[in-house]
Structures are given as C-alpha cells and as structure tokens.
C-alpha cells in the first residue's frame, strides 16, 4: 500500500544539505565522502548546500576528512596529526576504498574546498572537528576570489570555542551540534527551555543541529520550542523518506542527507499534491497508512 501524506509547500519544505559532500561511508556508490568528488555530485543533483568536516595536519594546515585517523578512507593509516598536508596530498588517496574507479582521488585541502564553494555558488557547513580552527580557515577564505564569507556556515562541536566563531565568521550562520557541554534540556517547553534558547542567542547561535533520532525531547518539541524563540533548528542524519517528511512536519529547516538527489525528488513529489493528501510513487510502499501529524508516529531509520 503507497503511504499517503500531507502534501510538503514549496514555501516550507526543508532544504537540502549533503552529508559529506552526498555519501557517508559511500551510501549510494556515488563518491567517495568528503573529496571534490562528493562535492560535485551534491552540486550536480541540486543541493543548496554540503557539510564537510575538518582537522589540522602536523604542520597546521587543513585536511578535509571526517575521521582523526586515514585508516578508513585512504591508503595511509595514522592520526591526521602526525601527517604533513604535502605527505597526506602526495602519499594518500583517498577513493579506491570505495571503488577501484575512483583511485588516486586527492585528500582535500582547506584550499581546495574553498575554490570549489567560490567555483559552484554552493553554501558549505564547516564541521570543526577540533578547537582553533577558525582562524586559519577565515584567514585562507579572505584570500579566495569570488568567495563570500556568508557561503561558510559554521557547525560549532564546542561551546566554548563560540564567541571565536562568531567574532571571526560575523557575516555567517553560526550552528551548535548539542554535545555534553551544551545539552539540550528534556524539559524544552519550561523555563529551561527559556534559558536554553536565550543563552544560545546570548552568545550568537543561530540554528540548532541535533540527531533527527533525538527523543528527549522528541524533534518535535525542539522544533516548537525552537521556533517559539527565533532559533532554526537543522537536524542530520535524515534517508528514509517517512524521516524526511516527518522533518518538514516537526518544522526542520534544513534536513542534512546521504541522499540530496532522493531527498529533493521526495519534496518535489509532495509539491505535485494538488488535493489535501497525496498518493506518493511506489518507493514509498509500507504495510499501512502512516499519520504524519500524528507526533507519535515518528520513527529514524538512522
């Protein structure tokens, strides 16, 4: 039986951010995560925007990877760390893990990522893997032609390293990953939920960024309770198409996903809806009818 839904607006379907440029751990055989590769596929299916993640090498320069380690998407093995940005480019790459074809594809520079983002338009979020970061990334960024620094959105892992953030990225979306030092509230809808949300915007987050699975509170009540004091809330990571539509429900802005092509084409299928529910194609096939307005009834596949 196709599950039948209410129809996502265009005006407020969640856009599309691809996780680690399309394919985490090569969902979909598309690329290889986190290289120009994934980068290209993400800008070639439509997406707004990417996320990708950071780290500094020995000689503090930048590598774009999301493990510390080289063991699982290259060649090489060790700690990011004890390698040299020249070692790491000239000795590691970082493709035939996934499939031969993709052989001597290049481990990203901070410089390559950031000529792409000036090249394609797209909107890149940083996902800062360690403190400092920053200012080598806004320092290289100032010397990118054809680069806006509203195009690099900030995903902050930790809370304290906020007011660097934000002093040095004034022109950017500021993001929080909610972690041990910044947890989120079980009690959203109180006075914590107050003070949770005012000292975000104290300090100048402007969008929450939790695990879609979340379930205290639930994405639902974060989504209210978000929206009720000016805070976007984002979430990752979203495939399942019942996951995507319950995000657009629950008030997610911006869905981050392995899959940005399947992603897009399940929001424009909802727009096609021209009645109050719509039957969706087959690739929706479940064992009954789902009530998406139901909070109850949503469910993460992550």
């Not at 200012?135 to 990118?144: H, S």
């Not at 995903?155 to 390293?161: A, E, G, P, R, T």
């Amino acid at each position: 039986m196709d599950i039948h839904v209410v129809p996502v607006p265009a005006s407020s379907h969640p856009h599309i951010m691809a996780h680690r440029g399309c394919c985490a751990n090569g969902f979909g055989g598309h690329a290889p995560e986190n290289t120009i590769l994934a980068f290209e596929y993400a800008h070639s299916v439509g997406a707004m925007m990417f996320e990708t993640d950071l780290w500094f090498t020995s000689d503090r320069n930048i590598v774009i990877m999301h493990d510390n380690t080289l063991d699982r998407t290259t060649n090489c093995t060790g700690l990011i760390s004890n390698w040299t940005l020249a070692e790491i480019q000239n000795q590691c790459e970082a493709g035939s893990w996934l499939d031969p074809k993709f052989v001597d594809t290049k481990v990203p520079s901070l410089q390559d990522l950031l000529s792409f983002v000036a090249e394609s338009g797209m909107t890149c979020v940083l996902d800062l893997k360690e403190r400092g970061l920053m200012q080598t990334i806004v320092r290289a960024a100032e010397l990118t032609s054809n680069l806006d620094m509203s195009q690099l959105v900030a995903s902050i892992n930790y809370y304290n390293d906020t007011k660097d953030v934000v002093t040095r990225l004034k022109r950017s979306t500021i993001l929080l990953n909610p972690s041990a030092d910044s947890p989120i509230p079980t009690d959203i809808k109180g006075l914590s939920g107050a003070n949770y949300f005012g000292d975000l915007r104290e300090v100048g987050i402007d969008v929450i960024f939790p695990t879609y699975s979340m379930t205290s509170p639930s994405i639902v009540e974060l989504g209210l309770a978000a929206a009720r004091y000016g805070v976007q809330l984002w979430a990752f990571t979203i495939d399942a198409p019942q996951d995507l539509i319950g995000a657009a429900v629950a008030g997610v802005r911006t869905v981050c996903t392995n899959d940005p092509k399947g992603a897009l084409s399940m929001y424009q299928a909802t727009q096609d809806c021209m009645k109050d529910e719509c039957k969706l194609p087959n690739f929706f096939k479940a064992e009954s009818q789902i009530n998406y307005m139901d909070t109850d009834s949503y469910s993460s596949a992550d």
